[in-house]
T-cell receptor, first 115, second 111 residues
Framework: GAVVSQHPSRVICKSGTSVKIECRSL??????MFWYRQFPKKSLMLMAT?????????EQGVEKDKFLINHASLTLSTLTVTSAHPEDSSFYIC???????????FGEGSRLTVL | GENVEQHPSTLSVQEGDSAVIKCTYS??????FPWYKQELGKRPQLIID?????GEKKDQRIAVTLNKTAKHFSLHITETQPEDSAVYFC??????????FGAGTRLTVKP
């Protein structure tokens, strides 16, 4: 099946710095990718829809200047957490719809810890 | 927008017993209902899904039922095994962009 790879799997950064997380579709093209945030023992909350060649669509309450999304190619979307604060610490996970399967494939997730 | 509620939040069963997880949704236009299994620290993986033109779907020990009138759908796992222990999420959507997930059910299967 289709594979979505996310990097890094874990990242620790200091407060005030920026962190970039990559999401790649390895064996298929994805014009659309999704970014979620997952709090401990909670569900997946959609943050934004990443669109190749155009601006991302953010969900209500998600700061677009805080969480920068760039969909540079048909296989890569990046999420940059800018000026990170401890409250940004979370598990971030991306997904992409398979080309012909109608199924959503998830990346491994990235655990961000902001000190 | 869509709102998905999932129950129970935790479920503990004895190996070999059945487990049932229930979800309700609010948007009658939703037509795709997947179930995902997420093991600790890993990615969610699709285990079964159902579309609104079908009332029931089965895949070995896993089955999903959908009641469109009542707007609820359920996951049934029979003959549970310890490796079934995980968090299970239901979801409802019309398109992937509006997919909303339930809060999750932590299933523990005791050997």
């Amino acid at each position: 099946g289709a594979v979505v790879s996310q990097h890094p799997s874990r990242v620790i950064c200091k407060s005030g710095t920026s962190v970039k997380i990559e999401c790649r579709s390895l064996d298929f093209q994805a014009t659309t990718m999704f970014w979620y945030r997952q709090f401990p023992k909670k569900s997946l909350m959609l943050m934004a829809t990443s669109n190749e060649g155009s601006k991302a669509t953010y969900e209500q309450g998600v700061e677009k200047d805080k969480f920068l999304i760039n969909h540079a190619s048909l296989t890569l979307s990046t999420l940059t957490v800018t000026s990170a604060h401890p409250e940004d610490s979370s598990f971030y996970i991306c997904s992409a719809p398979g080309t012909n399967t109608g199924e959503l494939f998830f990346g491994e997730g990235s655990r961000l810890t902001v000190l | 927008g869509e709102n998905v509620e999932q129950h129970p939040s935790t479920l503990s069963v004895q190996e070999g017993d059945s487990a049932v997880i229930k979800c309700t949704y609010s948007d009658s236009a939703s037509n795709y209902f997947p179930w995902y299994k997420q093991e600790l620290g890993k990615r969610p993986q699709l285990i079964i899904d159902i579309r609104s033109n079908v009332g029931e779907k089965k895949d070995q020990r896993i089955a999903v039922t959908l009641n469109k009138t009542a707007k609820h759908f359920s996951l049934h796992i029979t003959e549970t095994q310890p490796e079934d222990s995980a968090v299970y999420f239901c979801a409802a959507s019309i398109t992937f962009s509006d997919m909303r997930f339930g809060a999750g059910t932590r299933l523990t299967v005791k050997p």
